[in-house]
């Protein structure tokens, strides 16, 4: 079975700061796939990042970067400098039965 | 380009009533899953669809059934309504031959009262 565990409830970060959320992950299966979604207040879910377990390089998309430590089971998000607009729940899912872990919710302050 | 089309956008229903969602998936995508997210709460997954066939089946209660048809729209049925069913329900759907990452409907919010 497959498990993803986010840690942080929620973070806060500086407007213009960088920010990391953790998601760690549990598979057996040797090829698997990791997503970062955002929802923001309104209640939809857009897709941001995904990461391939066979990927040689981490992936980025824009100011969203993955920090992908195949050893170590973990799949953490990198926003880098930060806007207002960043302030949601961020929720890290496996490819294949996309369960959810537990979501972040990130504030960004002025 | 298309989306995941959710119906109806939100729902109004009394105690012991039923309901009916129903999702469009983006065309040619061959898997779609179902989520209940309740009001500060992470999406739970309920069931999944792959090809017209149940693929994985999570935390749906069994008063709640789904299915998927021939022209790949999906429906989740709910009877016997509780207040506590009461949530923002997510489709979304993904190719599993072309590897894509799931896209989500707008989601059906449920009233139950």
């Known amino acids: 079975a497959q498990k993803i565990t986010q840690t942080q409830p929620g973070m806060f970060v500086q407007e213009k700061e960088a920010v990391t959320l953790d998601c760690t992950y549990d598979?057996?299966?040797?090829?698997?796939?990791l997503f970062w979604y955002k929802q923001p207040s309104s209640g939809e879910m857009i897709f941001l990042i995904y990461?391939?377990?066979?990927?040689?390089q981490n992936a980025t998309e824009g100011r969203y970067s993955l920090n992908f430590q195949k050893a170590r089971k973990s799949a953490n998000l990198v926003i880098s400098a930060s806007q207002l607009g960043d302030s949601a729940m961020y929720f890290c899912?496996?490819?294949?039965?996309?369960?959810f872990g537990a979501g972040t919710r990130l504030t960004v302050k002025p | 380009a298309a989306g995941v089309i959710q119906s109806p956008r939100h729902l109004i229903k009394e105690k012991r009533e039923t309901a009916t969602l129903k999702c469009y998936p983006i065309p040619r995508h061959d898997t779609v899953y179902w989520y209940q997210q309740g009001p500060g709460q992470d999406p739970q997954f309920l069931i999944s669809f792959y090809e017209k066939m149940q693929s994985d089946k999570g935390s749906i209660p069994d008063r709640f059934s789904a299915q998927q048809f021939s022209d790949y729209h999906s429906e989740l049925n709910m009877s016997s309504l509780e207040l506590g069913d009461s949530a923002l329900y997510f489709c979304a759907s993904s190719s599993r031959t072309m590897n894509t990452e799931a896209f989500f409907g707008q989601g059906t919010r449920l009233t139950v009262v």
């Open positions: 899912a496996m490819r294949g039965d996309m369960r």
């Open positions: 990461q391939g377990s066979y990927d040689q």
């Open positions: 598979t057996s299966d040797p090829s698997y796939g």
